[in-house]
């Protein structure tokens, strides 16, 4: 149990659907992301959202749509993906340090299947 | 550019064998940090270790060590005595403190420990 809490834990969905993942922290952190991992490549940084503001967002395609109501909570929001989006979505937290980036806890993933 | 290569892909040992696990980065950038995350089936990282790079001690923590060695631009992690619990994906990751955490990963080893 790292004290991040994603759901659902698997998802298929159609290319014309709209779907979301939703994340959750109980680690009091002010930092949250979204990482996507695919078969045989290096996950890749997403979303980061600190103390509820969005920092990064690396060149993801606007199918992908982040949401932080607050420092707690993150959602993925998707609509009219394609196969190729078919991917674990990570969602971490941490605790943004002054001397240095903190360690990241991660949540067990969302394994998303697009037909 | 920040960069990190695990040529490993996957690598198979026989319980109580020790096994090392390469890492080698690149960076341009004279502060940075290293981290080793363990992915066990379940799918969620676990943080093992963070290293800045101001610190090159080797560093042991029950069964694991890491050698961070600066002139080789390398961070390898070992386990002695491995156990079938070992068995997970284990991913190395250098961020470059750039205000937003944001790790660059490898592309992870796959540990196999035959009982």
């Known amino acids: 149990e790292t004290g991040v809490t994603q759901t659902p834990r698997h998802l298929v969905m159609g290319m014309t659907n709209k779907k979301s993942l939703k994340c959750e922290q109980h680690l009091g952190h002010n930092a949250m992301y979204w990482y996507k991992q695919s078969a045989k490549k290096p996950l890749e940084l997403m979303f980061v959202?600190?103390?509820?503001?969005?920092?990064e967002n690396n060149s993801v395609p606007s199918r992908f749509s982040p949401e932080c109501p607050n420092s707690s909570h993150l959602f993925l929001h998707l609509h009219t993906l394609q196969p190729e989006d078919s991917a674990l979505y990570l969602c971490?937290?941490?605790?943004?340090?002054?001397?240095?980036?903190?360690?990241?806890?991660f949540g067990e993933g969302s394994r998303l299947t697009v037909l | 550019a920040q960069k990190v290569t695990q040529a490993q892909t996957e690598i198979s040992v026989v319980e109580k064998e020790d096994v090392t696990l390469d890492c080698v980065y690149e960076t341009r950038d004279t502060t940075y940090y290293l981290f080793w995350y363990k992915q066990p089936p379940s799918g969620e990282l676990v943080f093992l270790i963070r290293?800045?790079?101001?610190?090159?001690q080797n560093e042991i923590s029950g069964r694991y060590s890491w050698n961070f060695q600066k002139s080789t631009s390398s961070f390898n992690f070992t386990i002695t005595a491995s156990q079938v619990v070992d068995s997970a994906v284990y991913f190395c990751?250098?961020?470059?403190?750039?205000?937003?955490?944001?790790?660059?990963f490898g592309t992870g080893t796959r540990l196999t420990v035959i009982p």
């Open positions: 990751a250098l961020s470059d403190f750039s205000g937003a955490n944001n790790l660059f």
């Open positions: 971490a937290s941490s605790q943004e340090l002054k001397g240095g980036p903190g360690e990241l806890f």
């Open positions: 959202y600190n103390f509820k503001e969005q920092t």
């Open positions: 290293r800045n790079s101001f610190d090159e």
